[in-house]
Each structure stands twice: as C-alpha cells, then as structure tokens.
C-alpha cells in the first residue's frame, strides 16, 4: 500500500514500524521516535513457528524530518528499494543505519548522526548518489558492500569522511570529501576498485589512507587531495 504523511508521526519507540510491505512512503512532514524513527526489519518467529518475514519498503521519499534517538532510519536485514531524501534525516547515533539491502540511496538534503551519518553495516547499497551533505563522526561508516558510491555534494566527519572497512567498487568524487583524520581510509583488508576525485579530498591527518593489505586498484585525481 502507500503510506502519506505531511503531518506528524511519533512513537515511544519507533514513529513507523514495518515487518511486512510498504509500496511507497512518502513524509514532508516529521516522524519521530524515541529510539528510531522509521524501523524496517526481517523478523523470524519463534521455534513453535519458524516463519520469516521481511520488511519491504519499495520507495521512500522524505522532503519533510525524520528523526531518531539512535537511528533515524534502521534497515534491519530488510530491504528498501528507493531511498531518497530532500529533507532531514538526523538520528541520535546515526541518520540511517543498514544491516539489509538498499537499491538507491539518494541525498540532496541532510544526513547526520552523532557518531555516524550512514552506517552500512555489512548490508549492501547497490548506488549511493550525495548531493547534499553527510556528516557524523563518520560520515559515511561501511563493513558491507556499495557498488557504486558518487558524491557531488559534501561528506564530513570528526575522524573519517568516508570509513571503509569493506568493498566499494566504485567512488566518485566531484565534491567535498574532509575528515578530522582521514578523508578517505581503506581499513585492513579493504577494497575501493576505482576511485576518481575531480573535487577536493582533506583530512588533518591523511588526505586517503590505505591500510595494511588493502587495495586501491585505479585511483585517478583531476583535482585536488
């Protein structure tokens, strides 16, 4: 079904909780909660059922606030197809924080979280397009995969613009990426196949940091690091 808010949602827990089929969402207005703002899960029964059920959220548009004591958006082992926000995503630790599956994630407003802005932890982001800003600590946190991550807009963080504990394959970028530390660091054993920066990377520290038994395949500047 579809789900319209242009007014106001807000739980002692979760604002919307989804454990079964949501075709479109769509918020310009505020939905709140104490702990997370929209919850989207994969819920198995107990031992005497055994059934699975998947959270599906096949659009979410946000042009409104969406916010959370931990977690603004938490993608639990489900599964979102279309992500995109024009507005504000802020959570207490985290904007959105994915353990599932995302096909699109797009951001021309704000996504910010205390620690992290998006925290992909080993979920998978098919593209992941910024056009506006992410900011957290870290702003964009990944263990998982992203396919493709383009940035034309600005991600900051306290210690990592971009921390990369995982695999993404391609990052692209014509904006903004800083970091207190690191701009971009490619921790133990991670991978970025091409990485192409006609913008500006800095960090305090290290601009890109590559660690040990970590792979850059191509990395190609235009511009400034």
């Known amino acids: 079904g579809t789900l319209t808010n242009s007014g106001a949602i807000s739980g002692g827990y979760s604002g919307i909780y989804n454990n079964g089929t949501i075709s479109t969402l769509t918020n310009s207005g505020t939905i709140s909660g104490d702990v997370t703002g929209i919850y989207n899960l994969k819920f198995t ?20 606030t969406i916010s959370g004591g931990s977690a603004a958006i938490y993608n639990s082992a489900g599964t979102i197809g279309t992500l995109t926000n024009n507005g504000a995503i802020s959570g207490g630790r985290t904007g959105i924080y994915n353990t599932g599956t995302i096909g699109t994630l797009t951001n021309s407003g704000a996504i910010s979280g205390g620690t992290t802005g998006i925290h992909n932890n080993y979920g998978t982001i098919g593209t992941l397009t910024n056009n506006g800003a992410i900011s957290g600590t870290y702003g964009i946190a990944n263990t998982g995969s992203i396919t493709l991550l383009n940035n034309a807009g600005a991600i ?70």
């Open 156 to 225: 900051s963080g306290g210690d990592s613009g971009i921390n990369n504990n995982g695999t993404i394959g391609t990052l692209t970028n014509s904006g903004t990426i800083s970091g207190a530390s690191y701009a971009i660091y490619n921790g133990y054993m991670s991978t970025i196949g091409t990485l192409t920066n006609s913008g500006a990377i800095s960090g305090s520290n290290y601009a890109i940091y590559n660690g040990y038994a970590s792979t850059i395949s191509t990395l190609t500047n235009s511009s400034t690091i």
């Open 45 to 64: 029964g107990g031992s005497t059922s055994g059934n699975t059920t998947v959270g599906t959220i096949g659009t979410l548009s946000n042009s409104g």
